[in-house]
């Protein structure tokens, strides 16, 4: 199957903003191709906001950023792990995840990869990789959470896709702090996967289960 013949895809996101970080503008390529994207987040991270924030702020802020990816509201799907405790949860998660396989059936999963260091996304890829294991999967790039990172998947991008990730990302005010919230360093990341395949832009992941 090439990507753009998926027909229905899910992103599982340990956090709400996990799947604009790693495959934003993919996914925003994939809702172009009509594909239907649902977006299931695990935690509302009510530990990681800062103060003045309401406790639901990041769900709001995802329904917000997915928007401008196509993905409508509809298609998101919210679970309420406490940020930083999945380890606690592995079974939980995995029922969940089985009941996400039967509900929505995806031909594609995108998942944090399997060298993530970071103990939720570690549950998520894990558990993930259980349920979904006769699908198809890509693991998704936060290099901010790998040591390393086997890049043997690349998704060929338009500027114009990059951009809409970056206005996906601006809707999340609350995690504006962090340091890798930063248009240079996306732009820079999906150029230096772009020249690794001799094109402008891309987003690599992790080939975890492809079938033809
Ligand atoms: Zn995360």
């Given at each position: 199957m090439n990507l753009s013949e998926s027909k229905t895809a899910l992103v599982l996101a340990p956090h709400p903003d996990d799947g604009e970080f790693s495959c934003g503008a993919t996914l925003k390529k994939l809702s172009e191709n009509a594909c239907q994207i649902y977006y299931a987040a695990f935690s509302p991270c009510e530990k990681s906001l800062p103060s003045g924030f309401a406790k639901d702020s990041l769900f709001k802020e995802l329904t917000r950023a997915v928007h401008i990816l196509g993905?409508?509201?509809?298609?998101i799907l919210t679970f309420q792990y406490p940020v930083r405790s999945f380890p606690d949860h592995r079974q939980e998660i995995l029922e969940d995840l089985i009941k996400l396989k039967k509900q929505i059936q995806p031909d594609l999963v995108f998942l944090p990869n399997s060298n993530d260091i970071h103990q939720d996304h570690e549950v998520i890829n894990r558990e993930g990789m259980r349920a979904f294991k006769h699908c198809r999967m890509l693991g998704y790039e936060l290099p901010w959470n790998n040591?390393?990172?086997?890049?043997?998947c690349h998704v060929v991008l338009k500027k114009s896709h990059i951009m809409a990730k970056m206005k996906a990302l601006e809707a999340y005010k609350s995690q504006a702090f962090r340091n890798y919230h930063n248009e240079e360093f996306f732009f820079g990341l999906a150029k230096t996967r772009g020249i690794q395949i001799g094109e402008d832009y891309a987003e690599a992941f992790e080939c975890i289960r492809w079938i033809f």
């Open positions: 993905i409508p509201e509809t298609n040591f390393t990172f086997t890049n043997s």
